[in-house]
């Protein structure tokens, strides 16, 4: 029985914090959609607004503080976000389910955050398409569309989206 439930719980983490799955891109219905607009609390104060992001690949971040595999991606999106700085791209999280700005704040230095992290809510995750599974991450390109979704967590994630980023750079 203990080694059953390892097994399930080991799953879940692999995929996301989503009993239906994770780890897929968008369906064709997504591609080319244009990404909402926002005006969002920022954690650490002010606000991460949509309109300061258009004009550069952005990759927007559904996380929450209670899924592991949310978490767990922080750290490796600060890194790509480290080698992509200053090269016209952005990457924000928007956190949900997860409580207030303040005890959001109080967690980031735990998770590796160097990106900015809003809070969200149903108006703005419900525009971006709504999400069945944490985390849900989608990449928008400087014309600010949306050209994928990423439901879960792969191991090979963050190596796709990089390639992704790298190819909306070249766009025009």
Do not use: H
């Amino acid at each position: 029985m203990k080694r059953l439930l390892s097994i399930i719980v080991t799953f879940f983490i692999v995929i996301g914090c989503s009993p239906s799955g994770g780890g897929g891109n968008m369906t064709s219905a997504m591609a080319m959609r244009a990404a909402p607009e926002f005006d969002l609390e920022n954690v650490l104060g002010g606000r991460v607004k949509s309109a300061d992001l258009k004009g550069k690949v952005v990759v927007v971040d559904f996380w929450a503080t209670y899924c592991a595999p949310c978490k767990k991606e922080i750290p490796e999106y600060s890194a790509l976000g480290d080698k992509l700085k200053g090269k016209g791209v952005e990457i924000i999280g928007i956190t949900v389910e997860s409580g207030t700005a303040k005890q959001i704040a109080k967690l980031l230095p735990e998770f590796g955050a160097r990106y900015p992290m809003a809070v969200g809510n149903d108006e703005v995750s419900m525009k971006f398409g709504g999400y069945i599974g944490l985390p849900t991450t989608f990449v928008v390109g400087k014309d600010w569309k949306i050209y994928k979704k990423y439901v879960g967590s792969t191991p090979s994630k963050i190596q796709k989206i990089e390639e992704d980023i790298k190819q909306l750079l070249q766009a025009t």
